[in-house]
């Protein structure tokens, strides 16, 4: 099953919510709005998206 993972960046938080290819949301959350927090986020839902996009105002 294909996985998509769509960010809402602020300056300290990252929405996440992850789909699948028909659109079902699989998980939602927040993390630190850094790399470390938004891999470790996938990490421990163990979600490894193949495509990651981000809300860009």
């Known amino acids: 099953m294909k996985k998509s993972a769509g960010l809402d960046v602020s300056l300290k938080e990252v929405s996440i919510c992850v789909v699948d290819e028909d659109g079902k949301v699989l998980a939602r959350g927040v993390a ?5 927090g ?3 986020w996938l990490k421990n ?6 495509r ?6």
């Open 32 to 36: 630190p709005a850094d790399p470390d």
């Open 38 to 40: 938004i891999a470790g």
């Open 45 to 50: 839902m163990s979600i490894a998206p193949e």
């Open 52 to 57: 990651i996009v981000h809300e860009s105002g």
